[in-house]
């Protein structure tokens, strides 16, 4: 067993802003077997379950999709396709089958029990990855044998059946990056809980995620995304799932880590979010999760004024837990009394003018760059050129020195005599010429590169001078931008939000003045239905005592055909010429006209 300690230094510039100094401290890793097994000390405890982040001093640092995604070098994974357990997870044995290609008594044989879950050991991968006839068979096996053993090393030396269930779905587009993350949170609170343990996950992920935050920046890549995710569905936070459990972390209390401007995070729910598969009632929380991966929420970083608000600091320094809490029905504070620092349309504007103008800056560094290669090249050229030079004058040195040997081969020649036969002398006198003629062509060719070099240079030259006026054109715009567009953006902007709380205030005095005439027809519209209700009184009382007088008429009638009857018979009986028999006549047939009158009511 071997120890190793890092000293681990903030890798961040004093420009940043986030730190007025460096921040110090010790991560102790202890390694067993191939496989890591880690403990983190400090004299203050690293790692925060509760926020599921590593806190250093003031400041909280977590690993998060983008940053992992990023460590892959895996740009086209799609990070919304998450892992998510399935309510019936096929077997072990046919998931194997599947991706080894072997029989179902082969593997049958192979699989092994260790603990609480099925594994199957990496001897037996190793021989089916070098025995195996079929080649994408053999790298299935091989990239399933570095998930179970580097990336989810549960059972050492052994691949756990959870592992093939995540991998089956890699065909399908799933990415790995949350449940690696989920495992990585689970197992580092489960030993941060305990004192002790071993670490469950991808250890090598983890040490490159510290290298690039805590190392300079040639031992890791510095992540700097252009959106940030920062919750799912209703949930204030970004929820995992990983292949044992599920757990969660809060990008918005990591702001700093984007460069982005820190404020008081929403966390509540976020202790509470992590659980076993083995746990009574995950199914229901599993698809919860899975509801929530498909409705993701994304920002774009900010960087206004200084990385932390005043708020944060007060919060940051008593460490209150679920901090933003949901608001009450009844209540009717506005959100802006729980985020006060959200970012203004002004601090957005800003930041765009600010990408634009690192941008320029980034172009221009870039041109400086290019002018600089440029010179060097030049002065390459410059001195290819001066050897060239220096290399003719030496063969115009020798030639002339041929020259001089020659006339004095002549000269001796003609004072010598017969020293040699006229044949003899004719092939030296042939040597020479063709040591002349090969002096007189190197000398050729050395005219004809220094001609190219000379048009070459030339050409750099030209090229420098557009580069310069490309440079201070770049410069001279830049400068305009500058000056001009960042005035009149904001006048813009302000003139903009003036018109827009102009349309506010009109929009809100049509409705006051809707809300008026609403009521006002409420209360006409009760008015008339009492109104209603009193005529609708009267007239059931006339009705019934039209009802009532009806009932005496017709009573009344009957009585008068009664006294009719009557009337008849005594006219039978008492007709007489008297007066007091005509009166009772007279009497009689008012009777019986009153009687026909009464005939209509009956």
């Keep these: 067993m071997v120890s190793t300690a890092w000293r681990l230094h903030w890798g961040w510039s004093r420009d940043s802003g986030l730190l007025s100094g460096y921040i110090r401290t010790c991560v102790f890793v202890r390694f067993s077997s191939p496989y890591s097994r880690r403990e983190m000390y400090s004299p ?34 799609q990070a919304d396709r998450a892992y998510s357990r399935p309510v019936n997870v096929p077997p072990f044995l046919k998931k194997l089958m599947s991706i080894k290609g072997m ?18 050991p990496w001897g037996n991968l190793r021989d089916l990855i070098l025995a195996h006839p079929d080649l994408k068979k053999r790298v299935d096996v091989f990239a399933l044998s570095i998930y179970g053993l580097v990336v989810f090393p549960k059972a050492l030396g052994h691949v756990d059946e959870a592992v093939s269930d995540l991998f089956d779905r890699f065909d399908k587009g799933t990415t790995p990056v949350p449940a690696i993350l989920t495992e990585t949170f689970r197992s580092l609170n489960a030993c941060r809980r305990a004192g002790e343990g071993r670490f469950i996950g991808c250890a090598q992920l983890l040490l490159a995620w510290f290298h690039s935050h805590f190392w300079k920046i040639d031992k890791g890549p510095v992540v700097n995304p ?20 599920a757990s969660g972390y809060a990008p918005l209390l990591v702001l700093r880590q984007y460069r982005s401007r820190q404020f008081i ?11 076993s598969y083995k746990d009574d009632g995950y199914k229901k929380k599993v698809r919860e999760i899975s509801n929530a991966w498909n409705q993701t929420r994304r920002m774009k970083g900010f960087t206004a004024g200084p990385m932390i608000t005043p708020e944060y600091e007060w919060w940051r320094g008593k460490r209150v837990n679920d901090n933003v809490s949901k608001p009450d029905q009844e209540s009717t504070q506005p959100i802006d009394e729980y985020l ?17 103008s690192s941008e320029f800056g980034k172009k221009i560094e870039q041109l400086e760059e290019e002018k600089m290669k440029l010179g060097l090249d030049v002065d390459i050229h410059k001195l290819e050129a001066e050897k060239l030079r220096k290399g003719k004058n030496k063969a115009e040195e020798d030639l002339d020195s041929l020259k001089t040997d020659y006339k004095k081969l002549r000269m001796s020649i003609r004072t010598a005599g017969l020293g040699k036969t006229s044949e ?32 070459s240079l030339l050409e750099s030259q030209n090229e420098k001078e557009k580069l310069r006026a490309r440079v201070a054109e770049l410069e001279r715009s830049l400068h305009q931008y500058r000056s001009r567009n960042s005035v009149i953006e904001l006048k813009a902007s302000l003139s903009r939000i003036e018109e827009l709380k102009e349309e506010i205030g009109k929009l809100e005095a049509a409705l006051q003045d809707g809300k008026i005439r609403v009521e006002f027809l409420e209360a006409n519209n009760e008015h008339y239905r009492e109104q209603l209700f009193r005529s609708q009184d009267q007239i059931r009382n ?25 009337a008849d018979v005594l006219s039978l009986k008492y007709e007489s010429e008297s007066d007091r028999g005509r009166n009772l006549a007279w009497l009689l047939r008012k009777v019986k ?9 009956m």
């Design 44 to 77: 203050e405890p690293n790692s925060n379950p509760a926020y599921s982040c590593f806190t250093f001093g003031g400041v909280d640092l977590v690993p998060t999709v983008e940053e992992y995604i990023a460590l892959l070098n895996c740009p086209k994974i």
């Design 424 to 455: 003899q002398w004719r092939q030296e006198i042939g040597k020479e010429k063709t040591r002349a003629d090969q002096w007189e062509k190197k000398f050729h060719d050395v005219r004809i590169r220094e001609d190219v070099l000379k048009k």
């Design 542 to 566: 006339r009705d019934y005592v039209m009802g009532e007088a009806v009932a005496q008429v017709r009573e009344v009638a009957d009585h008068l055909q009664t006294l009719a009857v009557q």
């Design 226 to 245: 252009d959106e940030i995710l920062y919750r799912c569905g209703d949930f204030d936070w970004v929820p995992l799932a990983g292949i044992w459990g």
């Design 593 to 601: 006209a009153l009687c026909i009158r009464a005939k209509s009511y």
């Design 265 to 275: 995070p929403a966390t509540r729910g976020l202790a509470q979010c992590e659980f």
């Design 340 to 356: 006060r620092v959200a970012p203004s349309e002004l601090e957005i504007i800003k930041q765009d003018f600010e990408k634009k």
């Design 103 to 120: 029989s179902e008594q082969w593997v049958t044989a192979r699989i092994k029990q260790k603990g609480d879950s099925k594994c199957i």
